[in-house]
């Protein structure tokens, strides 16, 4: 099991704040993922990234899997309620077509209005 | 994105029994199937990895003989819980991997889980 630590666990904030959640882990990843998961309901794929480095932008979400691809954060910009959710990232391990995912302990962020 | 469905989407069931969860990949032929449980308020633990025609890989602390996974075709696995008890109650999400066919590359995509009551 590869162990993925994501901080903080809990984040409340308000809406028009910006935010960023870590993961870390010890083990290089072959690439990383970000979902977000509502109450009672599978996880949604938000990117992935594969290369040490790499910077996503998703609208108000910027994504950057470090440079030794084994940590990655999310930055939301101006957040509003509706990003409230469960966050986890999700570490690949085996070649990129062929590698399975574990994931990160999870972020529960709160946007208040 | 490809549709991943789960079938029940929630079951209660009592000590003792077995309980079959279906997973099905609606659009796209899944070469890999892959089972988690997630407990509340905690993240998704991958229990097992399922390649289509050949045995079950289990993660590291999970039991096979009670968590029985039959990837019997490329749009379908099943994982039974086996003589259920209370502390198998548990949200349980597969995941299905195959080459998707406007991208062309391998993607993975959730499905929406099953809530598993043992009473």
């Known amino acids: 099991t590869q162990l993925l630590e994501q901080s903080p666990q809990f984040l409340s904030i308000q809406e028009g704040e910006n935010l960023t959640v870590y993961c870390n882990s010890s083990?290089?990843?072959?690439?990383l993922q970000w979902y977000r998961q509502e109450p009672g309901e599978g996880p949604v794929l938000l990117v992935t990234?594969?290369?040490?480095?790499e910077v996503k932008k998703l609208k108000r979400l910027t994504f950057q899997f470090g440079d030794a691809r084994k940590d990655s954060s999310l930055h939301i910009t101006a957040a509003q309620p509706g990003d409230t959710g469960l966050y986890l990232c999700?570490?690949?391990?085996?070649?990129?077509?062929?590698?399975?995912?574990?994931f990160g302990s999870g972020t529960k962020l709160n946007v208040k209005p | 994105g490809a549709v991943v469905s789960q079938h029940p989407s929630r079951v209660i069931c009592k000590s003792g029994t077995s309980v079959k969860i279906e997973c099905r990949s609606l659009?796209?032929?899944?070469?890999?199937m892959f089972w988690y449980r997630q407990f509340p308020k905690q993240s998704l633990m991958l229990m097992a990895t399922?390649?289509?025609?050949?045995?079950?890989?289990?993660e590291q602390g999970v039991e096979k003989d009670k968590f029985l996974i039959n990837h019997a075709s490329l749009t379908l696995s099943t994982l039974t819980v086996t003589s259920a008890h209370p502390e198998d109650s548990s949200f349980y999400i597969c995941?299905?991997?195959?080459?998707?066919?406007?991208?062309?590359?391998?993607?993975?995509?959730f499905g929406p889980g099953t809530r598993l009551t043992v009473t």
């Open positions: 995941s299905a991997r195959g080459r998707d066919s406007l991208l062309g590359s391998y993607e993975q995509y």
């Open positions: 399922s390649n289509e025609g050949s045995k079950a890989t289990y």
């Open positions: 990234v594969v290369t040490g480095g």
């Open positions: 999700a570490g690949g391990v085996g070649s990129y077509n062929f590698n399975k995912f574990y």
């Open positions: 659009d796209f032929q899944a070469t890999t």
């Open positions: 083990s290089v990843f072959s690439s």
